[in-house]
């Protein structure tokens, strides 16, 4: 049970949370849904939080790629035009 309250509390804090630290809770996750004696609740549960999070990390990774700079010509750097 104390899994269930787990999943609930952590949707919250993903807008506070790096991109490394979503794929340690990605990570934690498939392992949750790795284990013999899972429920079928809990690894539904578990399944939609890592949907979740790996939304996250690709609106984050995203975010990033739109910001990456490219060297121009004369050497300088240019914002990435999308």
């Known amino acids: 049970m104390a899994g269930k309250k787990k999943l609930q509390e952590q949707p919250q804090e993903e807008t506070t949370l790096t991109l490394e630290e979503h794929f340690a809770r990605l990570e934690e996750t498939i392992g949750r849904l790795e284990e013999e ?10 399944y ?35």
């Not at 004696?37 to 578990?46: P, R």
């Not at 790629?65 to 750097?77: C, P, S, T, Y």
């Open 37 to 46: 004696d899972i429920s079928l609740e809990d690894a539904f549960a578990a």
């Open 48 to 82: 939609s939080e890592g949907m979740k999070l790996l939304k996250s990390c690709n609106e984050q990774i995203d975010r990033v790629e739109k910001k990456v700079l490219k060297l121009a010509e004369d050497g300088g750097l240019e914002e990435l035009e999308s």
